[in-house]
C-alpha cells in the first residue's frame, strides 16, 4: 500500500512544537537550549517500507543527535534504529543503526557516510517484511537483518511500530563518548526533512499479522525480489561496509567475550 507522504497528513510533532515547523511535504526540528524536538507517526504499520529525505544540522553538530526509527510500545519493545551522530565541523558524522526484538537491542553497526549529509538531502529508508530487514541509504543498503526465528533468533514479526524522528540533546554520550558537548553559541540546530513516504501495511489490530503477512500482490514487500539482495545491491553493500564501517558487534570480542549472538553466525546477505 502506498500512503499519501505529506508530513502533515501522517505525523504530528509530539514534542518541542514551539520551535519546530511542518507543512505538506517539509518538516523542520530544531533544538536549542530550550528543548529539542520530535514528530511521530498517526498510525503504525506492520511491514513495508518507509521512507525518508533527511539534510542533517550542518556546521558544528557535536553532542546532537538526530534519531529516525520505528518502534512499537511496552517494555518488550521492537525497534529499527537510524541514527546520526554529530561531529565537530570538519568530522564526519556517523550513521548509527540497531535493532531491537522483544525489548532487547545491542546490535549496533555504524558507519561513516559517503557523502556531506548536511550538503543536501539523502533518502534513508527501512524496509521490512516478514524474511527480512534493510537499511539503505540513497537506495544503496548498508545492513541486512534476516529472519532466523525458526532456529530460535528473535526477529520482529508481530508487533506494529510507529514512524519516529527527533533531533536532542546526547552530548553525555554522542561525540566520543560524551568527551565533546554541544557548544550553545551554534544554536539553533535545525534538521530538515521531505517527502515522507510510508508505503507500508497500515495495523488493525491482531488480525493485521496474518494480513500484513500475506503473500498478496498488494502486499509488494512480500515478493520474492525483497527477499533477499540482488547481485548488484550486495556488491553495492560489500563496498560500503569494506570502506565506511566501523564498528559492527558481531566483530566486538571484548565485549561478548567471545559468546555472540546468534545471529552472528548466520548469513545475512
Same mark, same amino acid.
Given at each position: ?26 518538516? $523542520? ?20 517500507? %518507509? ?10 553538530? *557535536? ?30 558524522? %556517523? ?23 548536511? *550538503? ?7 524496509? =521490512? ?30 508487533? *506494529? ?6 533531533? =536532542?540533546?546526547?552530548?553525555? =554520550? ?36 496474518? $494480513? ?21 545491491? $550486495? ?35
Amino acid at each position: 500500500m502506498v500512503i499519501n507522504g505529506a508530513f502533515s497528513d501522517n505525523m504530528y510533532i509530539n514534542w518541542g512544537s514551539h520551535h519546530s515547523w511542518m507543512q505538506g511535504n517539509d518538516l $523542520q526540528l530544531v533544538l536549542d537550549q530550550s528543548s529539542g524536538s520530535g514528530v511521530q507517526s498517526k498510525g503504525t504499520y506492520l511491514f513495508g517500507s %518507509i521512507e525518508m529525505q533527511i539534510k542533517l544540522v550542518p556546521g558544528n553538530s *557535536a553532542g546532537t543527535v538526530t534519531a529516525y526509527y520505528l518502534s512499537s510500545t511496552g517494555d518488550k519493545h521492537d525497534e529499527i534504529d537510524f541514527e546520526f551522530l554529530g561531529n565537530v565541523s570538519g568530522q564526519p558524522y %556517523i550513521i548509527h543503526t540497531n535493532i531491537f526484538t522483544q525489548g532487547a537491542g545491542g546490535r549496533e553497526q555504524q558507519f561513516y557516510p559517503w557523502f556531506d549529509p548536511t *550538503a543536501d538531502y539523502h533518502n534513508y529508508t527501512i524496509h =521490512w517484511n516478514p524474511n527480512v530487514v534493510v537499511w539503505y541509504v540513497d537506495d544503496i543498503a548498508i545492513r541486512v537483518f534476516k529472519n532466523y526465528r525458526s532456529q530460535g533468533i528473535p526477529y520482529p514479526n508481530s508487533q *506494529a511500530m510507529g514512524v519516529y524522528s527527533s533531533l =536532542w540533546n546526547a552530548d553525555s =554520550w554522542a561525540t566520543r563518548g560524551g568527551l565533546v558537548k554541544i557548544d550553545w553559541t551554534n544554536a539553533p540546530f535545525i534538521a530538515k526533512y521531505r517527502n515522507f513516504a510510508p508505503r507500508a501495511c497500515p495495523w488493525d489490530g491482531p488480525v493485521s499479522i496474518n $494480513q500484513c503477512a500475506a503473500q498478496t500482490p498488494d502486499n509488494w514487500y512480500t515478493a520474492r525480489e525483497y527477499g533477499q539482495l540482488s547481485y548488484t545491491k $550486495q556488491g553495492q553493500m560489500d563496498w560500503v561496509r569494506k570502506n565506511y564501517m566501523i564498528y559492527d558487534y558481531c566483530k566486538d570480542t571484548k565485549r561478548f567475550n567471545g559468546q555472540f549472538p546468534g545471529e552472528c553466525f548466520k548469513p545475512q546477505f
